[in-house]
């Protein structure tokens, strides 16, 4: 089982900056992804940024390409998700994410809530 603990968020005006950091614990051998999906109030939970465990290869959605930086340190089981330029419409929930084992399962984190003001 992998467990997944969020932190970061919260209120920001239009242009600013936030990180977000995840720690995964458990059996974090099995993670093939981790990354970081959004989910705005009435709308589908999208992707945002993926990295892959094994290659380090980078995935982000078009929407956030050159505002968003998707990172880990390996040390610290730990992946984080550096917002710039941040826009009103990527107020939303976000939850970090794990692809595990075999079948790739998802696991997800607890979700924080990231409000851009305009």
């Known amino acids: 089982q992998v467990q997944l603990v969020e932190s970061g968020g919260g209120l920001v005006q239009s242009g600013g900056s936030l990180r977000l950091s995840c720690a995964a614990s458990g059996n974090i051998f099995s993670i093939n992804f981790m990354g970081w999906y959004r989910q705005a109030l009435g709308k589908q939970r999208e992707l945002v940024a993926q990295i892959t465990s094994s290659s380090g290869k980078i995935n982000y959605a078009d929407s956030v390409k050159g505002r968003f930086t998707i990172s880990r340190d390996n040390a610290k089981n730990t992946v984080y998700l550096q917002m710039n330029s941040l826009k009103p419409e990527d107020t939303a929930v976000y939850y970090c994410?794990?692809?595990?084992?075999?079948?790739?399962?998802?696991?997800w984190g607890q979700g924080t809530q990231v409000t851009v003001s305009s």
């Open positions: 994410n794990a692809r595990t084992g075999s079948y790739y399962t998802h696991v």
